[in-house]
């Protein structure tokens, strides 16, 4: 019986869809795949040697507040630190929580990126992943819309951080350009401030609400806050941070931190890929000569009939 040209499902008969390209087939004989290891041994090692010499010249200072009497819930309070070194400019101050999970399923979901954008959303098909905040008492009022909806952004960090100098003088920390700018001119757009729904807050454009909304991977992580730009020179010797304390952490066991940080060419205080590159590269090498050794003192022929599982 025939078959209809147009109803088969036989590819065209192409050099692409047919596969008679030219293509190349590396064949891994034991000398190239020796030599690669070795190479990737040889290279992988100093960079990560790089790496690791660039994370350690970052100067990095942790001070944990919400364990101090004097800055308890509810209080603002200044702590004074010295900084055993200069610290050049661009300086970052960061916040830092400790077992807080940005990264739950349902909390990275609990969002209306239209919304966001400074559009009104009334149709609450649209507004079910800001559950469960997403009216005022639960009900389908368009009136009682939370404005901004969903849990991140009902629950974003409002502790306030300031740096002075051993005299009391404020030094210039600067807010702007602590988001990512693609952000800034794209996902968030301040919301009508006539606009349907109980508006909490309406400022989606504040950089400080942005960063918070890009949530964390990782239940111990830290945000940008402020960046230092050398206005009054290096940071040094005494300093007096002060804070105002309003957010809570008790009720999950966090922590609470100010991070004052320089960079390098690879970013903040990380030796982690570092080591990678180390360890990987020692095994690489490691693998590399043992394979040599052993293709030195007994080597296979290749192609040998004998090695194929019917003559064993």
């Known amino acids: 019986m025939a078959i209809d040209k147009d109803s088969s499902k036989r590819p065209a ?10 293509a190349w087939e590396p064949i891994l004989t034991p000398g190239p795949v020796i030599i690669a290891f070795i190479v990737i041994g040889i290279v992988f090692i100093p960079i990560g040697a790089a790496i690791i010499s660039a994370s350690n010249k970052v100067l990095e200072h942790v001070i944990r507040y919400d364990d101090n009497p004097n800055c308890q819930l509810g209080q603002k309070c200044t702590i004074n630190y010295t900084l055993p070194t200069e610290m050049e400019s661009p300086v970052y101050l960061y916040y830092k929580l400790d077992n807080f999970y940005q990264n739950h399923r349902r909390y990275v979901k609990s969002r209306n990126d239209d919304q966001l954008r400074g559009i009104e959303v009334t149709d609450f098909s649209k507004l079910k992943d800001c559950e469960p905040l997403i009216t005022t008492d639960g009900s389908e ?5 939370l404005v901004p909806c969903g849990l991140i952004a009902n ?20 807010k702007s350009g602590i988001a990512w700018q693609s952000d800034i001119d794209k996902k968030f757009k301040n919301y009508p401030a006539n606009g349907v729904g109980v508006i909490n807050f309406s400022n989606f454009e504040d950089e400080d609400f942005i960063v918070w909304m890009r949530t964390a991977a990782l239940p111990d992580f830290k945000k940008l806050y402020r960046i230092y730009h050398g ?3 290096a940071l040094s010797g005494t300093i007096q941070i002060r804070i105002d304390n309003k957010y809570p952490v008790a009720s999950f066991d966090g922590k609470k931190y100010v991070v004052l940080s320089t960079t390098s060419w690879i970013g903040g205080k990380n030796p982690f890929l570092g080591y990678a590159y180390i360890i990987v590269g020692i095994i ?29």
Request: with cysteine.
């Open 141 to 145: 009022d368009v009136n009682k819309i």
């Open 13 to 22: 008969n192409t050099a692409f869809k047919q596969q008679r390209l030219k």
């Open 155 to 174: 629950s974003v960090f409002n502790d306030s951080i300031s740096i002075a100098d051993a005299s009391g003088s404020l030094i210039n920390f600067n």
């Open 284 to 312: 690489c090498f490691v693998q590399g000569v043992v394979f040599a050794i052993k293709h030195k003192i007994s080597p296979r022929v290749l192609g040998s009939p004998k090695y194929l599982e019917w003559n064993k």
């Open 231 to 233: 206005d009054n020179g």
